[in-house]
């Protein structure tokens, strides 16, 4: 089981907290104008689960994949 670590953009306020919170983690990503999670191996549990309390939106969150 894969976790993949996600954000609804949908909802997404861009009010770059969880990028203070979690800047190794979130950016902005000013070509498409959206928040994006970082492609990287490792991600620090304690600082995406506060980034994942404080977000106003509630709109990050970890998905699972069988892949
Ligand atoms: S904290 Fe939530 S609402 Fe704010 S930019 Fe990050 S994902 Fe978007």
Redesign the pocket.
Known sequence: MKRILY?DIG?????????ETAPSV?RYNEQTGC?EVIDNIYYPEDLVRE?IK????D??RWDENDD
């Open positions: 954000i909802r997404c306020s861009e009010c770059l907290g969880c990028v979130f928040m980034a404080n977000c106003p939106k709109c990050i």
